[in-house]
């Protein structure tokens, strides 16, 4: 019924493959609508299916489906919604007819009643626990790891006091990324693993209870207010008005996937005690000092390049300028058949603005370059609309590496940095210049020098064994 | 998205509440539009979600969503469900809002890859055994019992070395009715229980194949020919072109669902060697028997009373006319809010054809009273359009007790028989006389005497303890 | 959005064009849900549009779509029809995508205010009246005649005193068959043309008020009483409670089609006095008459042919029988590709009954024979479930001639009749004897002496010029 | 079905009323795709409908629909629009339910064959030019001016060798503000009224054709070449590879919307020979020089304020940064109910950015002030979010007048300027200064001098009596 969805969309980028939220108000207080607010907010963090689980005395409800937040939910169904916790879910699917089924929440029955799952990340041995479980007779319904977390902490609880305990239990089995947030009957824990791969925080709701979410932007949009990030390795316990900590895994050096701060995150959020912005103006400033150019203007990819171009202009002193218009509407319902309609389709998307291109020497900001094509296609519009330079500058190292941790990067063979090297990027683009961010520069660009940051995707150097 | 379901429907009856399929061609050959067929023939076994799920080379696709078979298959979907071994399964739903993965076929993986199931019937014991696997870990996903079944299937499958010895080692912990299609990766199961509540039958394709049914009507619309029924207690398996019965447990005296005949079954299914339309035929003669009366015309409330009252028209040798006409186009979308609205309702999906009911004594047959609700209505639309009289003659004894073998009866206090001490019955209803098919009628309408029937809605002599 | 509509139907038949309906209630007494129900009780008359228009106070408010009236209509939008007059209308498509354009009741500001049109029928002369209109600088929006009939009224009101003296003037204009509703600012008008083609009538309404149907069993929907015809020629004219006759055009030979009793109008429905019921009753006697058969068992073609099979039955004292069993749900969205697919619809809609075919000499009956494939197809399904004999008789003439008054007839060049010698129809069909009913014995069904009608289809004398 | 359109949109603002395109390519050359394209381009000028039309050898196909482009067309559709020569329609609707017949194109057949129009504007006379229609016998089928149009239209043709002169007649007849695209059967045709309110323009296609577009930013979307505007006053004809021009309204003072530059058009757009971007950017200096303010950060609110912003920043000195992130995907369906709920949707849709605010003094540059309440909910965020001052800045006069010539703006009860005297303005909003551009200084924003513009929103000077 539903327009199918064409992936992969229209710029290429990498994608994060996840955004979590959990809610606990007092009784009587229902939570659906904060978390559909919280969910608009995380909705660059998945855009293939959302959902939102409440439990209402234990009772749990929950509506999820593929496609948008505002295309899942309406008036008539959040009011269905009653309950004072609630998780949420917005995921991103690697294919284009990903089964309904991996949609998240995920609400299963153990046997100490409902539990409910949110999850962001990658569990490095999820298949070997998999098959661990099917040879002690589990059956599993979708494809998601996220039914692997469950069959532990389900066999895990029985054993347990408490389903904190469980949790401690299942950290010991699992692997890799995960920032999770999960609902019992009467508890609503957040989980986030020892190396924090994937960002996740805590807020204070106006109504005196808990808010979790993968990016302090979800708080602002839950009218909740931040109260600071779970630590790699904590679980957090909420019950009723109290909040508990538990640090058993606590301690390690953590590795935060950097690449939250040059495209995924939120330029308004801060995760682990840096601004997403911030640090964007920072790499442009970098990026200004690293590759000096000569030129008339400083132009960024909207929407996420214009920070970095706000940067790199006021450290080069070369003024920033408009030079590509972004269209609104053209979402992906977008018919593009033949590659005459998809390169036309980037005009439709980006439009130059001639007036301040026509006879300049332009510095064109964008984030990353994944397959190229894009890039090439921009600079070709740049020219054809009167530039007369066109110097590239990227806000990140080249993609060189698969991520294991919750970010889906295309294949090797299609990453422009791996087709082509260093020498003929350039002439291949059709720039004038290019460069990219080194990854030296990074530890200049405002992170945290005590804490730790995961970059394997451009260094190859994974903070775990894959 | 859809329209809401308005449940119960129309005109109230009893609901069967599944109908299954299954089909097993040669490879290469795609079965999912022979299912798409044949779902369509069971349609009336369950309106409330339909699904198909094919198999080819051990690899699943699966189509299930909520409504008819009409509104959830298209030429896209079916012809993306390519393989040669498949399940289907039409549901009916007790609640309007049942959730989306009660829907089946239940696809799962468990140790030996995927298994698919699709089930007509009520396990007993159910919860007992839900609470068992609870305790051991398992996670349920649905509230259907069939998820009970699938972790049983995937315990057994460890210690077993066929799958129809896992089949076998369950028909051991599970009690009740099931009547069910299993798919493995290589195998087409049908299984039937001990007592053989719910129907299933076994036909030959035109491919050389063989096909699996609730109802000999669904065989009829794959193109495939009767072969014979399932036993109770039979399980089935066909592997290639290969059929072998395994009939550990058989011979127990069967316990058919008398009902299939009087109102579940289409007229043009034969079941477990009685044609449905004979049956009702002989129960119209048995009612001309029992309950005489002087009258001008039998008339049947469209579509299941007319089979009963051509026979009660051929015995009583009063004429057979049309009393009520049939709006085909009434269907789940009418709009009924007010009682004055719901009572208009009756009139809009039955007409009076007064010609035939001006100044006449008229007999009114129907399967079956529920409510009463309907029959009263019905009565003063005969009355109102000119009828001097209105006998009823009811093809069925008065529903009194509950079904725990896959059909849907209201609660008891809703129950018309219930309610009114027969006595009072024919005064609420409006109606001059009144007669049903007495209990013990029911061994002169043509059934097996080698066979056995349940009847416990009328008698409350459940043939298992429940 | 909406599945597309698989014209032509699956049972080939002629085609009534539309269905139309009028209502006018005191002041507050909103009539959209009476039309509502009333456009169920015509839906059969037209499944390609559907629409409804009332008058609250001179302002109008409408609702028209492609599709059937409980796809187009919901308790939000049809509460939101305010208004104590209306008109309501079902349209029959001759082109799958004709446009929405000419969906009906076609509602249009004139110098007097608004003006509101719902018409069955077809003018002759609509191209001619086009061209003139056109020539003195009319626009036209759609392709439907009505619009034509829309200017001219338009003109005419200038220089009439009245809307019915406007009306009296374009019927001295306009030629052919129209059975129109027309509702101005204030009055309700019913207009029937001088041969009175198509049928039209008159009831009162529960609140006092009265209504205008296509069939009386549109009235039997609204729960008005029928009251008479609107007699050919007549204007009907409702303002407020009162209703007022203009007989300028009556008293010519009236020539009402045929095919309305055969197989258009619903049985229940009565007819410029003659019940529908009863005159096919009486054509299944005729065809007994006329061509009797030594045979065991009378079906009839669901569900038209099923009450001439009664009255061949009655006559013939051959048993009747259900030979034939109707999928109540394979609708217009089922799918049929290929050829073989197209004969197992056949079967997937109508099933034989095996029981009372085996071994028997079966005399089939139906209403009519357009191209013929159905019947070959149905003689075919027949003798493959044990029919010995299969006796065809059909309950009207051979189809030969176009019809020019609202029947939409295939091309000559399809028509059985006229492709196929009379003598060599039965061996083209597969049938073991073929009897058309005549047109002399149309005589003797029970239609009026004292009135007339039209058989041009099946006599080719029209009975105007055409 | 289609979710309920929420007007009035979030951010309130005046509103362009339409958007126009046509295109007249070589024979052959389907257009339908360009159109869309093209559309899209101009979706912010109207988004409760769209609308295209094509003529294939005369003969015209066409689908429009309330909705968003994206949301109409699709591959399918789109491939059955088989024509040459089309024209294409956006337009915003006043009322949240307008009907559909009003959306545009609007096709009919006049004694020439058909006639097609797309019209964005407003016909000061239209309601006595339809009085004297409807006076001779015109009908009308939707409240929508362009009909009137049409008929005069299909009136002056009769007498009129060509559709130019037919043009021209009517051009005698109708005051006020259009911008049309007109398509005969064999023709294109872009006019534009005498004081050239609406901007429209032309351009050459790749494919050697013609293209007519309200903005150039349409242009570039149809991969066409800007070529000029339309005169105001101009009736291009273009027939086959021919474009001809007739000036005989031509030569009066220009009237042109100054509120197209302001904010209406895409600032990638070009109109009557100024550049859209470069007007803004010299409004924000402007802003700068006439209400300098010793503050720390200038922001905008996106994206409209966002070049005001620059232009500011660019000549106070005063650093430009990012203070408001806007969420791409809170569009229409985003659920507000009560006063709470629309409140936070300001914070949703417009996150504040804090690292850039906190204990800063802020200057706040957004394009116009209707209501003022989310002018004042932004303050409330940014001050909420540490800013210490907040300073306004407004790039336009206030509003105190409504517009006559094709833009909706509220009541003049509702308007922020007519309800509050200057002096009170600023602590109304709760900002610490405000400033809105005078009506002097559009002088200085690079408009040109020997061309003419319409103000009368802010100054109450209309250029022609109304």
Same mark, same amino acid.
């Not at 103006?281 to 000092?289: F, M, P, T, V, W």
């Given at each position: 019924?539903?327009?199918?969805?064409?992936?992969?969309?229209?710029?290429?980028?990498?994608?994060?493959?996840?955004?979590?939220?959990?809610?606990?108000?007092?009784?009587?207080?229902?939570?659906?609508?904060?978390?559909?607010?919280?969910?608009?907010?995380?909705?660059?963090?998945?855009?293939? &299916?959302?959902?939102?689980?409440?439990?209402?005395?234990?009772?749990?409800?929950?509506?999820?489906?593929?496609?948008?937040? @505002?295309?899942?939910?309406?008036?008539?169904?959040?009011?269905?919604?009653?309950?004072?916790?609630?998780?949420?879910?917005?995921?991103?699917?690697?294919?284009?007819?990903?089964?309904?089924?991996?949609?998240?929440?995920?609400?299963?029955?153990?046997?100490?009643?409902?539990?409910?799952?949110?999850?962001?990340?990658?569990?490095?041995?999820? &298949?070997?626990?998999?098959?661990?479980?099917?040879?002690?007779?589990?059956?599993?319904?979708?494809?998601?790891?996220?039914?692997?977390?469950?069959?532990?902490?389900? #066999?895990?609880?029985?054993?347990?006091?408490?389903?904190?305990?469980?949790?401690?239990?299942?950290?010991?089995?699992? $692997?890799?990324?995960?920032?999770?947030?999960?609902? &019992?009957?009467?508890?609503?824990?957040?989980?986030?693993?020892?190396?924090?791969?994937?960002?996740?925080?805590?807020?204070?709701?106006?109504?005196?209870?808990?808010?979790?979410?993968? $990016?302090?932007?979800?708080?602002?949009?839950?009218?909740? $207010?931040?109260?600071?990030?779970?630590?790699?390795?904590?679980?957090?316990?909420?019950?009723?008005?109290?909040?508990?900590?538990?640090?058993?895994?606590?301690?390690?050096?953590?590795?935060?996937?950097?690449?939250?701060?040059?495209?995924?995150?939120?330029?308004?959020?801060?995760?682990? @005690?840096? @601004?997403?912005?911030?640090?964007?103006?920072?790499?442009?400033?970098?990026?200004?000092?690293?590759?000096?150019?000569?030129?008339?203007?400083?132009?960024?990819?909207?929407?996420?390049?214009?920070?970095?171009?706000?940067?790199?202009? $006021?450290?080069? *002193?070369?003024?920033?300028?408009?030079?590509?218009? *972004?269209?609104?509407?053209?979402?992906?319902?977008?018919?593009?058949?033949?590659?005459?309609?998809?390169?036309?389709?980037?005009? %439709?998307?980006?439009?130059?603005?001639?007036?301040?291109?026509?006879?300049?020497?332009? #510095?064109?900001?964008?984030?990353?370059?994944?397959?190229?094509?894009?890039?090439?296609?921009?600079?070709?519009? %740049?020219?054809?609309?009167?530039?007369?330079?066109?110097?590239? *500058?990227?806000?990140?190292?080249?993609?060189?590496?698969?991520?294991?941790? @919750?970010?889906?990067?295309?294949?090797?063979?299609?990453?422009?940095?791996?087709?082509?090297?260093?020498?003929?990027?350039?002439?291949?683009?059709?720039?004038?210049? %290019?460069?990219?961010?080194?990854?030296?520069?990074?530890?200049?660009?405002?992170?945290?020098?005590?804490?730790?940051?995961?970059?394997?995707?451009? &260094?190859?150097?994974?903070?775990?064994?894959?």
């Amino acid at each position: 019924m539903k327009p199918q969805r064409k992936l992969p969309p229209f710029l290429d980028k990498p994608h994060e493959e996840c955004g979590v939220l959990g809610i606990y108000e007092k009784e009587g207080n229902d939570v659906a609508k904060s978390l559909y607010y919280g969910l608009f907010a995380l909705q660059h963090r998945g855009q293939a &299916s959302a959902g939102i689980a409440v439990n209402n005395n234990a009772e749990i409800r929950q509506i999820k489906d593929k496609g948008l937040v @505002g295309e899942i939910f309406n008036v008539e169904n959040l009011a269905s919604l009653k309950g004072n916790i609630g998780v949420g879910h917005v995921r991103y699917a690697k294919e284009a007819d990903e089964p309904r089924e991996n949609a998240q929440p995920i609400v299963t029955r153990y046997c100490k009643g409902s539990l409910t799952l949110a999850h962001n990340g990658n569990i490095l041995n999820s &298949s070997a626990l998999k098959d661990e479980l099917l040879a002690k007779g589990a059956v599993f319904q979708s494809t998601s790891e996220i039914e692997v977390i469950m069959h532990l902490l389900a #066999v895990a609880r029985i054993h347990s006091h408490s389903v904190e305990n469980a949790v401690k239990k299942v950290m010991t089995q699992i $692997e890799g990324a995960y920032s999770m947030v999960i609902m &019992s009957p009467r508890k609503l824990l957040a989980v986030r693993d020892p190396k924090g791969f994937r960002p996740l925080c805590i807020g204070k709701t106006q109504g005196g209870g808990y808010a979790i979410s993968s $990016e302090s932007a979800g708080l602002d949009a839950m009218n909740a $207010e931040f109260v600071r990030d779970v630590e790699p390795g904590e679980i957090v316990v909420i019950e009723q008005d109290k909040l508990t900590s538990h640090k058993d895994f606590c301690g390690k050096k953590p590795s935060l996937c950097i690449f939250e701060y040059i495209y995924f995150a939120r330029p308004d959020s801060i995760i682990d @005690g840096v @601004g997403v912005y911030n640090t964007r103006i920072e790499i442009g400033k970098s990026l200004a000092r690293a590759y000096p150019v000569d030129a008339d203007i400083v132009i960024g990819v909207p929407d996420s390049g214009l920070n970095f171009a706000h940067g790199f202009s $006021e450290e080069s *002193r070369i003024p920033f300028g408009d030079g590509l218009v *972004r269209n609104r509407y053209t979402g992906r319902t977008f018919i593009r058949q033949t590659q005459a309609e998809r390169d036309l389709a980037v005009n %439709l998307k980006l439009n130059a603005l001639r007036p301040n291109l026509e006879g300049k020497r332009v #510095v064109l900001i964008d984030d990353s370059i994944v397959r190229g094509t894009t890039t090439a296609n921009l600079i070709r519009l %740049l020219k054809r609309n009167g530039a007369k330079e066109v110097h590239i *500058r990227i806000g990140s190292p080249p993609f060189m590496w698969p991520c294991h941790f @919750g970010t889906d990067i295309p294949d090797k063979k299609h990453l422009f940095a791996v087709k082509y090297p260093q020498e003929k990027m350039c002439a291949q683009l059709g720039a004038d210049s %290019l460069g990219f961010l080194s990854a030296d520069e990074i530890k200049n660009i405002g992170l945290r020098n005590n804490f730790g940051y995961c970059d394997a995707c451009f &260094s190859g150097k994974y903070p775990v064994k894959v």
